[in-house]
């Protein structure tokens, strides 16, 4: 299995930020977190209160005095930068770094992500540094901060392996109806409301059965599930009888 | 354009998570904010600040007494859950789910995301009114709060419609180096590690030559660049000479 990114936060200004920092990374199954030159006391109370179960990230993060102690081991390394920067470097999507970030991963690359601190951001000397770049893209408000970036970084990269599949039906002792238990169904609800009269004006009733067919197989019912309106249909039937006596 | 989905919050406990989610939401395009049975004080200050730039979504959001009230206007619903959680009904990923929402809401459907309180999550009556699932994929580890769940919903909207190509080079005016320029490159750095007898043994000229060649071409160069290095060449070779008399 590839090994995730390390993350890389130059000059964090605020605790909080870092320990939503790790609860982001642990939530997408990053664990190497890195800090150039921290701004807030460390280690940190508030960092810990936000890093809720992630704790054991803050405790192996590392501190480094520069940029380039701190990426000296790294094979690959994308820069996070606010759009509309000028750049000589290419611009990648979270998903496209993230597909990127793994490839290298899965050679054997060591890979970093750098996030600026909250206020300014990265230097161009921490730029430089950088293979390439990642920008998120935003509406025109645009007003992430740190934990969010690195959420959405972490959420790309486990996304670049997920194998979930994008739409989940309900399990496979669940099958779709029978056509047999369907027409059933359709035969008995179509025979009741010939009886109560409901198809009106006759000249329509094809159309209307046509249109109360469509209606219950789009609903893509379940064996059980058709058995379960015929049971409501004959108790409404029931009742009504018994109204008449 | 594709009216984007309302962001509806069941019995929110902190203004800070109400706060944090109206900026999220601000991030990415989402105006729409409903609040079901707030269990914290509204209006929030808390929230006023975690909100940051986005007050006008909190100014803007309206407080239903129950799920039915706040669902009432919307043509399609999601709710989200955490993994595992038994439903019988479809469980998407975040980006199945903003196709579907933007697909709906491109034919003129009124759409909606539906989230828990940060305690308990939806109860099943809330979830027996919506449509179908969406479960953001984690790691083992799955700690997300409600400001990031709606920041990663928010996301996905967002790139289900964003034209950002994946990787952006540098801008056109910059185009890569033209052959002409590239082999003059070649040509006075290979003169000038002849004259330095750099090539050794001088039967190995050949694949060092190519190697020399093939290096710069991935740094995939521009005219300018080639002409900066050629600048280099020179100075140092000057440099060199000055040296020596």
């Not at 977190?33 to 209160?49: F, G, S, T």
């Not at 380039?68 to 999507?93: C, E, P, Q, Y």
């Not at 046509?210 to 599930?225: C, F, H, Y």
């Amino acid at each position: 299995m590839a090994a995730p990114p390390a993350i890389v936060l130059s000059q964090p200004q605020m605790g909080e930020n870092i320990g939503a920092a790790a609860r982001a990374m642990k939530n997408f199954g990053l664990s190497e977190l890195h800090l150039i030159a921290p701004k807030c006391a460390w280690p940190n109370d508030r960092a810990q209160i936000l890093a809720s179960g992630a704790g054991d990230i803050l405790a192996r993060a590392r501190i480094h005095p520069d940029a380039a102690a701190a990426l000296a081991s790294f094979n690959l390394v994308f820069a996070t930068t606010a759009r509309g920067r000028d750049v000589l470097k290419d611009i990648h999507t979270p998903e496209a770094a993230a597909e990127k970030l793994r490839a290298a991963s899965a050679a054997g690359a060591s890979t970093a992500i750098l996030f600026g601190g909250e206020r300014a951001g990265l230097d161009n000397d921490e730029m430089s540094l950088a293979d390439a770049v990642i920008t998120i893209p935003t509406a025109e408000f645009s007003s992430l901060n740190l934990g969010q970036a690195v959420l959405l970084l972490g959420y790309e990269w486990l996304k670049s392996a997920d194998a979930t599949p994008p739409i989940r039906t309900r399990p496979s002792h669940a099958l779709p109806a029978s056509r047999e238990e369907l027409t059933g169904l359709f035969a008995h609800l179509e025979r009741e409301l010939d009886a109560a009269q409901f198809f009106f004006p006759p000249a329509k009733r094809e159309t209307m059965v046509r249109n109360v067919r469509a209606m219950i197989l789009r609903a893509n019912l379940t064996d059980q599930q058709a058995r379960t309106i015929r049971g409501m249909i004959a108790a409404l039937v029931k009742n009504k009888y018994r109204g008449n006596i």
